[in-house]
C-alpha cells in the first residue's frame, strides 16, 4: 500500500530549528517528485518546497528562502525539509505530497501524508 508519513513536528521557540522527515512506502520515491506544503488555521494550504524527481532546481516559496532546505535519500525513501529560523508565522500542520511535477502538486499529487503539526512561540 503506498504511503507517506511525516515525522519531526514539534514545539519550538523562535528562531529555533527542525527538521521534518518524510518518508515513502509502497512505491519507488526516485521516479515521483515530492513537496512539502503547510496549512495555517484559516488558510488556504501553501505550498513551502519541493524536490523533482529530474534534476530541476528545488523550489521553496518566498517566505522561507534562506531558512528552509530540502534534501532527498531515495535509498532510504526519505525527503528532508530543514527549517532554520523559525518565526511564529511558520506554525502550521505540515504535509509532504508525492507528484510528477512540483507546478501542479497540490491540485495533482498522488499521495498524500496526514501532516505533523509545528509549533513556533515567541
Known amino acids: 500500500q503506498e504511503q507517506l508519513v511525516e515525522s519531526g513536528g514539534g514545539l519550538v521557540q523562535s528562531g529555533g530549528s527542525l527538521r521534518l522527515t518524510c518518508t515513502a512506502s509502497?512505491?519507488?520515491?526516485?521516479?515521483?517528485?515530492i513537496g512539502w506544503f503547510r496549512q495555517a488555521p484559516g488558510k488556504e494550504r501553501e505550498a513551502v518546497s519541493c524536490t523533482s524527481f529530474k534534476d530541476d532546481p528545488d523550489y521553496f516559496a518566498d517566505s522561507v528562502k534562506g531558512r528552509f532546505g530540502i534534501s532527498r535519500d531515495n535509498t532510504k525513501s526519505t525527503v528532508d525539509l530543514q527549517m532554520n529560523d523559525l518565526k511564529p508565522e511558520d506554525t502550521a500542520i505540515y504535509y509532504c505530497?508525492?507528484?510528477?511535477?512540483?507546478?501542479?502538486?497540490?491540485?495533482?499529487?498522488?499521495?498524500w501524508g496526514p501532516g505533523t503539526q509545528v509549533t513556533v512561540f515567541s
Open positions: 509502497g512505491f519507488a520515491l526516485k521516479w515521483y517528485s
Open positions: 505530497a508525492a507528484g510528477i511535477y512540483c507546478a501542479t502538486m497540490k491540485d495533482e499529487a498522488d499521495y
